[in-house]
């Protein structure tokens, strides 16, 4: 066999995850203590130094990502394959579209190409959270006509994105 060429380096993989029954999810606070159990001894002088810094948002860099907002599928479809079934009823499942890379705090407001507000959707989410689930049903409790509307995001302090969609029969 030819001889192996090139620099090698070990490589850890640490993973945390959520205890779910040490009750309600906490997020980490100062002084908090973290365990790492490992299946490989240290060798002697090895040690490992972990430094954590506080989530924040970069107003400059979320001004600018605002142009990343998008709806999926767009158009949506009215028939879509990928849509999950209602087991309990006949005919297609939940229809629903989904607007993509939101700003932790967010007010989409959807209209009609002719001004009339179809529906208002809030984000209030964790800062790694930037999507919302749309189920294409109006303020007043009605499945929406096809046809193209138009979305108007507002993230306050941040700025504003208008974009369209189309809904196909």
Not at 63 to 73: F, H
Request: proline fraction near 6%; charge should be positive; include cysteine.
């Amino acid at each position: 066999k030819p001889a192996l060429q090139g620099n090698y380096r070990a490589a850890w993989k640490i993973e945390m995850f959520i205890d779910t029954l040490a009750g309600p999810l906490k997020l980490p606070q100062p002084n908090d203590i973290f365990t790492i159990a490992t299946t490989k001894p240290f060798r002697t002088g090895e040690s490992f130094q972990f430094k954590m810094q506080g989530s924040n948002i970069d107003k400059n860099r979320a001004k600018s990502d605002l142009d990343k907002i998008a709806v999926v599928p767009n158009p949506y479809v009215g028939a879509a394959s990928w849509e999950p079934q209602n087991l309990f009823r006949t005919g297609r499942g939940e229809r629903r579209i989904q607007f993509i890379n939101l700003p932790a705090k967010c007010m989409i407001r959807i209209y009609t190409v002719s001004g009339n507000l179809v529906k208002t959707l809030r984000q209030d989410a964790e800062i790694d959270n930037g999507q919302i689930a749309w189920d294409l049903v109006s303020k007043d409790g009605m499945d929406i006509s096809y046809g193209i509307y138009i979305y108007h995001v507002d993230a306050p302090g941040i700025g504003e994105k208008i974009g369209k969609f189309a809904v196909v029969k």
